[in-house]
């Protein structure tokens, strides 16, 4: 009997903890902006692959666009580790795809990560674990959490729960739902904590970081569940600027009846997949490796899309006003 209830006992701490995991408000993190005020940084997605499909390359560029840039962190939109993912917290193919490829002075910067489906496909609790820190202490991947950089916020929130084909025809995929099941809960708590975080936001810019795609002329196209459940607190709220990964390109697309700016930076290695959709709202589509600089300052964004050889292949220019709160 006393076994018995034991084992009562640990059961119910795990379903406690699996439900103060899931339920959890976004962590709140600080990364100060420049002493002048400004902000820059690099987007990156899809890359990991131990430097293959040109992966090196595009860390070599992004290592000199850094250091030109004087960036303060690295944002990184998912897909960390293909093809599936990461077995454990010693797996070798997080330094084979992360510490030994980004080796730019330039790049040893905190970088703020979101898993991606192809995370999902292996151990999604080692990417999220601090272990990975004390190998590498850039790396800061958590399942959705905000950055308040001063001037702007950042609200990274992870996708892949959302996309009901995961769950319901996974193929031959295993994904690892740990923390995170069940899904209707996880989605509506997700969306009632944006929406939170979104509306006490006095940020000069509020952009929101995800792994799936928005709007898309790309691969995958549009994600029909962000599309529904997400872009209309995006629009309620204001924010300037979505990016994502998922789509292995470099995009973007503007919303046709709000500010709204989509930015996709998948590009970090294998890409070139040949496939475009037609988009009313596309601006600049590049299906070949590549990633994405912002500056920011209070009253200007400047988003620049660079190729595989550093080359600047399109400019995004936003501004705005302020507004005294006297």
Request: proline share 2%; glycine share 8%; hydrophobic share 40%.
């Amino acid at each position: 009997m006393a076994s018995n209830s034991m084992a009562l006992v640990v059961f119910a701490a795990t379903l406690i903890l699996c439900f103060v995991s899931s339920f959890a408000e976004f962590q709140r993190l600080n990364h100060g902006a420049k002493a002048s005020g400004s902000l820059s940084f690099l987007v990156v997605g899809d890359w990991g692959r131990r430097g293959a499909y040109n992966q090196s390359q595009v860390a070599t560029q992004m290592g000199r666009v850094g250091e030109t840039l004087d960036i303060d962190f690295v944002v990184s939109t998912g897909d960390n580790f293909y093809d599936d993912g990461l077995t454990g917290v010693d797996d070798k193919a997080f330094e084979d795809s992360f510490s030994n490829i980004y080796t730019a002075n330039s790049l040893q910067k905190q970088w703020y990560t979101v898993l991606g489906n192809h995370d999902y496909r292996g151990d999604a609790v080692a990417q999220v674990s601090a272990a990975l820190r004390k190998i590498d202490s850039r790396w800061l991947c958590l399942r959705s959490f905000v950055v308040n950089a001063e001037i702007a916020e950042f609200f990274f929130v992870d996708t892949t729960p959302f996309v009901e084909k995961y769950w319901t025809d996974p193929k031959d995929h295993t994904y690892d739902w740990r923390e995170v099941a069940p899904r209707k809960n996880y989605m509506e708590t997700v969306l009632k904590n944006l929406e939170s975080e979104l509306g006490g936001s006095s940020a000069n810019w509020k952009i929101v970081v995800g792994h799936h795609t928005i709007k898309s002329a790309g691969h995958h196209g549009d994600t029909p569940e962000l599309v529904h459940l997400m872009l209309p607190l995006l629009k309620a709220y204001n924010v300037d600027f979505y990016i994502n990964g998922h789509d292995h390109c470099l995009e973007h697309i503007s919303d046709s009846d709000s500010p709204l700016q989509f930015v996709t930076s998948g590009a970090g290695s294998k890409a070139w997949r040949g496939d475009v959709k037609n988009h009313k709202d596309l601006k600049f589509f590049y299906d070949g490796q590549g990633f994405v600089s912002m500056q920011l300052t209070q009253t200007d964004a400047e988003i620049v899309f660079y190729d595989v050889f550093g080359q600047v292949l399109y400019k995004l220019n936003k501004s705005k006003q302020l507004y005294s709160t006297i």
